[in-house]
């Protein structure tokens, strides 16, 4: 396994580990995150870079807005060349107005597979 192999600077988390650094599987999760809930068209000079999920929080809990979460988010993935899918499983909570997505990912150079975890509230009003 690979040390160090990717690295980057993150403010997120300083203060539970006094740490400004970012490394390895920390840094690719992080920018996946960060492509996730970049809306699209938010980049200056990139009008496609981003999803439509920071969005759909204001939509109703149907069909079509889980096909928009797990289409968005197959091309995330698809997007970074440092992971690969393994698999998507989207779990709605109809009743609670909530949506689980987990995403199994193959880090490819450093050989190691993980989980990134969504929760996405859904506006009750609709």
């Known amino acids: 396994m690979a040390v160090g192999l990717y690295r980057g600077f993150s403010s997120y988390g300083y203060q539970r580990t006094k740490q400004f650094g970012s490394y390895d599987v920390d ?4 920018d996946l995150l960060n492509h996730i809930y970049t809306r699209r068209g938010e980049r200056v000079m990139m009008p496609m870079f981003g999803t439509r999920i920071p969005d759909l929080a204001f939509e109703p809990l149907d069909k079509m807005t889980l096909d928009i979460l797990e289409e968005d988010l197959r091309a995330v ?3 970074d060349p440092r ?10 909570t109809y009743d609670q107005n909530y949506v689980i997505a987990s995403v199994l990912l193959l880090y490819i150079e450093l050989d190691i597979t993980g989980n990134i975890d969504l929760n996405i509230q859904f506006d009750s009003t609709h």
């Not at 840094?27 to 992080?30: A, L």
């Not at 992971?83 to 709605?92: E, K, S, Y």
Request: aromatic share 6%.
């Open 83 to 92: 992971v690969q899918l393994l698999n998507l499983t989207i779990i709605p």
């Open 27 to 30: 840094i690719v999760k992080r």
């Open 77 to 79: 993935v698809n997007y």
